[in-house]
């Protein structure tokens, strides 16, 4: 049983609006709102370690890859702050999280959660203070709120840190909210049977948290809004390391001026497919179809020299949604010179480029997996200048050469010191082993879903279809197999029916990763919290997405994303665009991968 002081005074906030934040932002009324022991299977609450405050006038933060109506918002919150802590049953660690309370009459029955980014979780708590919801982060045991869950995998050289590597995986984020929805309820005086509304959002890796809260915590969620999930956590990785690879394989190093005319010229030669000539490929696979990269091959480029900065973990150096990476997002930064480049097109040069849009197969032609849709950028392939040899020289992507020393090798190192030796087979075989030693926690790829759907929830999954970090055929490969595996008993046309009633998929024409592309100036989701809470909170389905494009010669132009498999197509450079059925390009998204003998979702 909870004390009965706290919840009286909550109680009368919620009931009456008398009591103020004050009233009910105090340590004794978060203590009286606690869980109790027991009521969280293996949580034991630590009420002396409670800590509660009152914020005046806070702008909201959240996770990455939000795109509600906080997104470059002014507007100003009053919260109550409140950090709890909480260990184990039979266990002697702590796990500290915090939880932003809107004051009680702004408080619309809603939690929410925010994702993170790179190997972080969120660590700002007030993402859902527009929503008038309760937020929550967490320090996973590990405190994540001052170290990412890299620098703590290994407890030394061969030996795994489990414990973080549950807690970053799903078990963190799954506990902060089976603890905070009870929590709310108390906090507020509101009875047990009372509905409190939880959302989930987030991109990347917070896109693959999500789908760790999806498929292990299904329950628990009314709305989940994930974006470019990085899940398939092993492959996706160690993919990071591929474009090096083919570089060294086919013995040449393009310069970035030249894979950048790669990607440009391809973009201006597929942007007329869709239908519409407006510097954006809303149809890449009818580009894969009908392009062909040696066309390119002559073509002049220049770049005059610059030093360059890249931000690593994948990410270009581009911002999200406007705002500049974080620290803690930008693992691997580093600052190069690049002296003029003045050249042509070589056919070395397509054939690289064509390699790394064609995806990984091992030495018996078996594919290990996709790739990025062509016109994407060529982030990976990037290469370093040596001012002592004069020459350009590969590049190993920080993102993707960590997780083979220290995920794969259990080596705690920064990154992979050479290629020497290393293959296409080298890297099918360290993702075989990520992908068998991570199965249960970062991997996030299980495709039943059947307790989520089974309890009401609603998924939204979109993914930047020039996405040059995660593959947007990364999400296609994943909603087929959720398809196949909770509908492969019906028809097409019932499955695609039962699925959009829940799971509902968009690819964003243009988009890059988590964002807008500054070399496509396509639209981008501005609005999906409320897109989701309208579905959840009114039953209004939805049955395509809205997008704003914010460049170019259409921005401010609204368009009304495609609902996954169904394709855009634009007749006559017209204002609107039709969502066709092509088999042919759906064909073309549609990937299976025997280099492993175990099923890849």
Not at 61 to 66: I, K
């Given at each position: 049983m909870r004390p009965s002081s706290g919840v009286v005074v909550a109680t009368l906030a919620n009931s009456t609006g008398a009591a103020s934040i004050t009233d009910v932002c105090t340590t004794s009324n978060v203590q009286a709102a606690l869980p109790a022991n027991g009521t969280v299977l293996g949580i034991d609450?630590?009420?002396?370690?409670?800590?509660?405050?009152?914020?005046?006038?806070?702008?909201?933060?959240?996770?990455?890859?939000?795109?509600?109506?906080?997104?470059?918002?002014?507007?100003?919150?009053?919260?109550?702050?409140?950090?709890?802590?909480?260990?184990?049953?039979?266990?002697?660690?702590k796990v500290v999280v915090k939880y932003a309370f809107p004051q009680p009459s702004?408080?619309?029955?809603?939690?929410?959660?925010?994702?993170?980014?790179?190997?972080?979780?969120?660590?700002?708590?007030?993402?859902?203070?527009?929503?008038?919801?309760?937020?929550?982060?967490?320090?996973?045991?590990?405190?994540?709120?001052?170290?990412?869950?890299?620098?703590?995998v290994l407890y030394g050289n061969g030996s795994i840190n489990w414990d973080a590597t549950y807690m970053f995986s799903y078990q963190a984020l799954g506990e902060m909210t089976k603890i905070g929805k009870p929590f709310a309820q108390a906090f507020y005086g509101l009875s047990d049977d009372t509905k409190?509304?939880?959302?989930?959002?987030?991109?990347?890796?917070?896109?693959?948290?999500?789908?760790?809260?999806?498929?292990?915590?299904?329950?628990?969620?009314?709305?989940?809004?994930?974006?470019?999930?990085?899940?398939?956590?092993?492959?996706?990785?160690?993919?990071?390391?591929?474009?090096?690879?083919?570089?060294?394989?086919?013995?040449?190093?393009?310069?970035?001026?030249?894979?950048a005319k790669i990607v440009n010229a391809t973009i201006a030669a597929c942007d007329p497919l869709d239908g519409r000539t407006d510097g954006v490929v809303s149809r890449t696979d009818l580009c894969m179809l009908n392009f062909d990269l040696k066309s390119i091959i002559g073509e002049s480029y220049y770049c005059a020299g610059q030093n360059s900065t890249s931000l690593g973990f994948g990410f270009s150096k581009r911002s999200i949604r406007g705002r500049p990476m974080s620290k803690r997002q930008a693992q691997g930064s580093t600052t190069s010179y690049q002296p003029t480049q003045n050249g042509t097109v070589s056919a070395e040069g397509v054939a690289v480029a064509q390699a790394i849009y064609d995806g990984l197969y091992n030495s018996q032609g078996e594919r290990a997996y996709l790739s990025w849709q062509i016109g994407s950028e060529l982030s990976d392939a990037s290469p370093t200048y040596s001012t002592e040899s004069n020459s350009w020289e590969i590049n190993i992507p920080s993102i993707g050469g960590e997780y083979v020393t220290k995920f794969v090798q259990l080596l705690d190192l920064d990154n992979l010191s050479s290629l020497d030796g290393v293959t296409y087979d080298t890297l099918v075989g360290w993702m075989n082993t990520g992908m068998v030693r991570y199965m249960d926690s970062l991997q996030t790829t299980l495709p039943d879903l059947t307790p989520f759907q089974a309890s009401g929830g609603k998924l939204l999954h979109y993914h930047g279809e020039s996405d040059y970090s995660i593959p947007a055929a990364s999400s296609v490969h994943y909603w087929q197999s959720v398809r196949s595996v909770m509908y492969g008993n019906l028809t097409d046309a019932a499955a695609l029916q039962a699925l959009q009633d829940w799971y509902q998929f968009y690819l964003v024409p243009g988009a890059g990763h988590c964002g807008t592309n500054a070399l496509q100036p396509g639209p981008y989701p501005q609005n999906n919290m409320d897109t989701m809470i309208d579905w959840v909170e009114n039953g209004v389905k939805p049955a395509r997405l809205n997008a704003t494009a914010t460049a170019g010669a259409y921005a401010g132009e609204s368009q009304m994303l495609c609902q996954w498999p169904t394709r855009p197509l634009w007749q006559g450079n017209s204002s609107a665009f039709d969502c066709v059925d092509d088999k042919a390009s759906v064909d073309s998204w549609t990937y299976t991968f025997p280099a492993f003998k175990l099923p890849v979702y």
């Open positions: 609450m630590i009420p002396s370690a409670v800590t509660a405050s009152v914020v005046y006038n806070a702008t909201s933060g959240g996770g990455m890859g939000g795109t509600g109506t906080s997104s470059g918002s002014t507007a100003t919150y009053t919260y109550c702050n409140v950090t709890v802590s909480y260990a184990h049953t039979g266990k002697s660690d702004d408080f619309k029955n809603r939690f929410y959660v925010a994702g993170g980014g790179g190997f972080s979780l969120a660590s700002d708590a007030t993402g859902g203070l527009p929503y008038g919801a309760v937020g929550g982060a967490t320090d996973a045991g590990y405190d994540a709120f001052s170290n990412t869950y890299d620098e703590v409190v509304y939880t959302y989930y959002e987030g991109c990347s890796d917070g896109g693959r948290e999500g789908m760790s809260q999806v498929q292990r915590y299904g329950e628990e969620y009314d709305g989940a809004i994930t974006g470019a999930p990085a899940f398939r956590f092993a492959q996706q990785q160690v993919f990071h390391v591929y474009s090096s690879v083919v570089q060294k394989t086919l013995d040449y190093v393009p310069p970035p001026c030249e894979l």
